[in-house]
């Protein structure tokens, strides 16, 4: 079955950086476009970055662009965002989303704090 598995949130200062992992099996990884998104307490699920399958097309929310970068390693079946210049408002569960399944994984949380 299609697994989603993130890792790499954890507690940072206002400035700091953070890089979150997805490792993906179970689907054929090289033919899905992959997604980060992310809740914040009391807020609706929103889509913070996605990439194309075949990595040549990346999208971002306007709150992030110019901070994160959203990339894939196809050969390890992984997806990465390396988050910049990070914001208490990015405070959230980031969450690893295949959209040609619809799977998601279990979120990690990120907390931007001083």
């Known amino acids: 079955q299609v697994q989603l598995v993130e890792s790499g949130g954890g507690v940072v200062q206002p400035g700091g950086s953070l890089r979150l992992s997805c490792a993906a099996s179970g689907l054929t990884f090289s033919y899905s476009d992959m997604g980060w998104y992310r809740q914040a307490p009391g807020k609706g699920r929103e889509l913070v970055a996605h990439?194309?399958?075949?990595?040549?097309?990346?999208n971002y929310a306007d709150s992030v662009k110019g901070r994160f970068t959203i990339s894939r390693d196809d050969a390890k079946n992984m997806v990465y965002l390396q988050m910049n210049s990070l914001k208490p408002e990015d405070t959230a569960v980031y969450y690893c989303?295949?959209?040609?399944?619809?799977?998601w994984g279990q979120g990690t949380q990120v907390t931007v704090s001083s």
């Open positions: 990439i194309s399958a075949n990595g040549l097309t990346s």
């Open positions: 989303h295949a959209p040609r399944t619809g799977h």
